[in-house]
């Protein structure tokens, strides 16, 4: 039986399930073992390989899951902050939302990736999640599920229905249009010369009033462009000016990673910076500082003189 054809979107899966990609490769592998043990069991006149695979996969999930605290954003646990000189103490004991490489998976399963959307179903109880990514998501039938998850369909209906008007409740989680969408790309960029030109009023201008910044592990965060402007002021202010930034996508959005400046004229991998682009501004950004975050995007921790002016 073929089981590697559906490692992306497994990965994909337990990601949603999950909110770590690294935990997620993990439990993938844990199915992907599960499975071959059990190989002679398999009926292919119940099930198909993949709808089998999910069924393992969930129960793998689900256990991972139990007495598990969520993964949130800093918005998710708070209030803004209104004051952008506020100390930068990490939480370290917080088990932070994690973004998702992109270039891992295939680009066909990375539909409702966005880290607005994965954070808000974190919030939802683990049946409730696995329920809503098997029917909104992977389209699998009541029944199907039912069967994956050793329930009945009425259950599945009824904690689908749950699952649903909480997400409601969070609010309008927007659309993010895709990466490559020209107006996306253009926005992108001029956002990527502000920055680099350490031009903060040209940044400002690029964002919507109500612009959030937050900066995982570090549980303060913003909203409103003035702030966003005032706290990436204070960054140049300490750590320079001369950033350059190379350009990716994660949770199917536009990624920055940026590289400050060192004296010896190379650049540090500082940041990880997943936007959420809306009307040809920048709504959302969402800033990675955990170095053990870098390790899923392949990375080169420092950049010479030559390969910064070949980046621009």
Same mark, same amino acid.
């Given at each position: 039986?073929?089981?590697?054809?559906?490692?992306?979107?497994?990965?994909?899966?337990?990601?949603?399930?999950?909110?770590?990609?690294?935990?997620?490769?993990?439990?993938?592998?844990?199915?992907?073992?599960?499975?071959?043990?059990?190989?002679?069991?398999?009926?292919?006149?119940?099930?198909?390989?993949?709808?089998?695979?999910?069924?393992?996969?969930?129960?793998?999930?689900?256990?991972?899951?139990?007495?598990?605290?969520?993964?949130?954003?800093?918005?998710?646990?708070?209030?803004?902050?209104?004051?952008?000189?506020?100390?930068?103490?990490?939480?370290?004991?917080?088990?932070?939302?994690?973004?998702?490489?992109?270039?891992?998976?295939?680009?066909?399963?990375?539909?409702?990736?966005?880290?607005?959307?994965?954070?808000?179903?974190?919030?939802?109880?683990?049946?409730?999640?696995?329920? =809503?990514?098997?029917?909104? &998501? $992977?389209?699998?039938?009541?029944?199907? %599920? !039912?069967?994956?998850?050793?329930? +009945?369909? @009425? *259950?599945?209906?009824?904690?689908?229905?749950?699952?649903?008007?909480?997400?409601?409740?969070?609010?309008?989680?927007?659309?993010?249009?895709?990466?490559?969408?020209?107006?996306?790309?253009?926005?992108?960029?001029?956002?990527?010369?502000?920055?680099?030109?350490?031009?903060?009023?040209?940044?400002?201008?690029?964002?919507?009033?109500?612009?959030?910044?937050?900066?995982?592990?570090?549980?303060?965060?913003?909203?409103?462009?003035?702030?966003?402007?005032?706290?990436?002021?204070?960054?140049?202010?300490?750590?320079?000016?001369?950033?350059?930034?190379?350009?990716?996508?994660?949770?199917?959005?536009?990624?920055?990673?940026?590289?400050?400046?060192?004296?010896?004229?190379?650049?540090? =991998?500082?940041?990880?910076? &997943? $936007?959420?682009?809306?009307?040809?501004? %920048? !709504?959302?950004?969402?800033?990675? +500082?955990? @170095? *053990?975050?870098?390790?899923?995007?392949?990375?080169?921790?420092?950049?010479?003189?030559?390969?910064?002016?070949?980046?621009?």
């Amino acid at each position: 039986m073929e089981f590697e054809a559906h490692r992306g979107e497994l990965t994909a899966y337990c990601y949603r399930m999950l909110g770590s990609f690294d935990e997620a490769e993990d439990l993938v592998q844990e199915t992907m073992l599960r499975a071959w043990k059990a190989r002679d069991r398999y009926d292919h006149a119940r099930a198909s390989v993949r709808t089998w695979l999910y069924r393992i996969a969930t129960n793998v999930c689900l256990t991972a899951l139990e007495g598990r605290a969520r993964r949130p954003l800093p918005s998710g646990l708070g209030a803004p902050s209104d004051d952008p000189g506020a100390p930068l103490a990490p939480a370290l004991d917080v088990p932070w939302l994690q973004p998702f490489p992109d270039a891992r998976v295939e680009i066909e399963v990375r539909a409702d990736m966005r880290l607005a959307l994965v954070a808000a179903m974190q919030a939802l109880s683990a049946r409730q999640r696995a329920v =809503l990514l098997l029917r909104d &998501v $992977l389209q699998f039938s009541a029944a199907e %599920v !039912a069967t994956q998850m050793e329930t +009945t369909v @009425p *259950a599945i209906n009824s904690a689908l229905q749950r699952a649903r008007a909480a997400l409601a409740e969070v609010g309008d989680l927007g659309e993010v249009t895709e990466p490559d969408d020209p107006r996306v790309r253009a926005a992108v960029e001029r956002y990527v010369r502000a920055f680099e030109a350490a031009d903060v009023p040209a940044l400002v201008r690029l964002l919507t009033d109500d612009a959030v910044l937050e900066m995982p592990p570090v549980p303060l965060w913003y909203r409103g462009s003035g702030d966003y402007g005032r706290f990436i002021e204070r960054v140049f202010q300490m750590r320079g000016v001369g950033w350059a930034m190379a350009r990716l996508t994660a949770n199917g959005q536009p990624m920055l990673a940026a590289y400050a400046p060192e004296p010896d004229g190379r650049h540090t =991998l500082h940041t990880l910076q &997943v $936007l959420t682009v809306a009307g040809g501004l %920048v !709504a959302r950004n969402v800033v990675f +500082t955990d @170095p *053990a975050v870098f390790k899923a995007f392949d990375l080169p921790a420092r950049l010479s003189a030559d390969e910064v002016h070949a980046m621009r």
